[in-house]
């Protein structure tokens, strides 16, 4: 848990203009996260728009990763869904070699009940050669995973923490108040950060460290450090900005600022575009 104490960078996977990875970019991305101060990488989660990659195509950028990793950051890799045979086949077969803990979102689309949500999480920990980090998003998931049902999968030898990013603070107290004191709660909402910190929070996984890895490594080291005056002073600063990131969809936004900023392109994969000329005007103004 010590090793993803901090600010993780949900990483972006950049595409060429043909739809195919785009690894310069990836290596670009990378330097520039790691001189930004980042402690860990999130491959493959929702902003890396695991959805539309392929099993073969995530395997090659989690190797591109983990090859290029001069800082030997901790790698944590996202496999998540809503087939749980499913990905505990995944697990096993799966090459976690130089990863360091696997990132796991709770079921979309089935709205399972907190039963099955416990049942399901219970099989992945219970068949991962890595720890398991909760991910509890109800804004894509469609069910919220309650303080209960993560105190409860909590005490799994192979459960290490969960990113919330419910927006619940009364939720996220419960949980930090009712688990062990090495059960990691890490923000899954960049702009609460130094709210979820103020109540206990470890850290953050953050969208827009793609682009700004050192605002946010002050937000999160502020915190932690107890310097709330610095941590919500630099938070604040990104308000607009942040907004705009998810304005036509994630990692849209971010994409698009990316671009901008001469890192990688814009492009996404289907049901997702590119920014909006309206957008990419907005954003501009910003940075």
Same mark, same amino acid.
């Given at each position: 848990?010590k090793?993803?104490?901090?600010?993780?960078?949900?990483?972006?996977t950049?595409?060429?203009?043909? !739809?195919s990875?785009?690894?310069d970019g990836l290596a670009?991305? *990378?330097?520039?996260t790691?001189?930004?101060?980042?402690?860990?990488?999130v491959?493959?989660?929702?902003?890396g728009?695991?959805?539309t990659i392929?099993?073969k195509?995530?395997? @090659? %950028?989690?190797? =591109?990763?983990?090859?290029n990793?001069?800082?030997?950051?901790?790698?944590v890799f996202?496999?998540?869904?809503?087939?749980?045979?499913?990905?505990v086949?995944?697990?096993k077969?799966t090459?976690?070699?130089?990863v360091t803990?696997v990132?796991?979102?709770?079921?979309?689309?089935?709205?399972?009940?907190?039963a099955?949500?416990?049942?399901? =999480?219970?099989?992945?920990?219970?068949?991962?050669?890595?720890?398991?980090?909760?991910y509890?998003?109800? !804004?894509?998931?469609?069910?919220?995973m309650?303080?209960?049902?993560? %105190?409860?999968?909590?005490?799994?030898?192979?459960?290490?923490?969960i990113?919330?990013?419910?927006g619940?603070?009364?939720?996220i107290?419960?949980i930090?108040?009712?688990?062990?004191?090495d059960f *990691?709660i890490?923000?899954?909402?960049?702009l609460l950060t130094?709210?979820?910190?103020?109540?206990g929070?470890k850290?953050?996984?953050?969208?827009?460290?793609?682009?700004?890895?050192?605002? =946010?490594?002050?937000? %999160?080291?502020? !915190?932690?450090n107890?310097?709330?005056?610095s941590?919500?002073k630099?938070?604040?600063?990104?308000?607009?900005?942040?907004?705009l990131?998810?304005? @036509?969809?994630?990692?849209t936004g971010v994409?698009?600022l990316?671009?901008?900023?001469?890192i990688?392109?814009?492009?996404?994969r289907l049901?997702?575009?590119?920014?909006?000329e309206?957008?990419s005007?907005?954003?501009?103004t910003?940075?």
């Amino acid at each position: 848990m010590k090793q993803l104490v901090g600010l993780g960078v949900a990483l972006v996977t950049p595409f060429n203009p043909d !739809g195919s990875i785009d690894f310069d970019g990836l290596a670009n991305l *990378l330097e520039h996260t790691y001189k930004g101060g980042v402690d860990y990488w999130v491959v493959m989660g929702s902003t890396g728009e695991a959805a539309t990659i392929s099993e073969k195509e995530q395997a @090659e %950028v989690l190797k =591109f990763v983990s090859d290029n990793n001069p800082g030997k950051l901790p790698i944590v890799f996202g496999i998540g869904g809503n087939n749980t045979a499913e990905l505990v086949t995944r697990l096993k077969e799966t090459d976690l070699s130089n990863v360091t803990a696997v990132l796991s979102s709770s079921p979309a689309y089935n709205k399972p009940s907190q039963a099955g949500i416990i049942k399901h =999480f219970e099989a992945l920990a219970d068949n991962s050669p890595k720890p398991i980090l909760l991910y509890n998003v109800p !804004g894509r998931t469609a069910s919220n995973m309650l303080a209960s049902t993560t %105190v409860f999968l909590s005490k799994h030898p192979n459960i290490i923490g969960i990113k919330e990013a419910s927006g619940d603070l009364i939720q996220i107290m419960d949980i930090v108040g009712s688990t062990a004191d090495d059960f *990691l709660i890490t923000s899954g909402d960049d702009l609460l950060t130094p709210a979820i910190l103020s109540v206990g929070g470890k850290g953050l996984i953050s969208v827009l460290a793609n682009a700004k890895p050192q605002e =946010f490594k002050t937000i %999160v080291q502020s !915190g932690l450090n107890g310097d709330f005056i610095s941590c919500r002073k630099q938070a604040h600063a990104l308000i607009k900005l942040n907004s705009l990131m998810y304005k @036509e969809g994630n990692p849209t936004g971010v994409k698009e600022l990316l671009k901008q900023m001469g890192i990688c392109g814009n492009q996404v994969r289907l049901p997702l575009v590119q920014a909006t000329e309206g957008l990419s005007l907005e954003i501009q103004t910003l940075i």
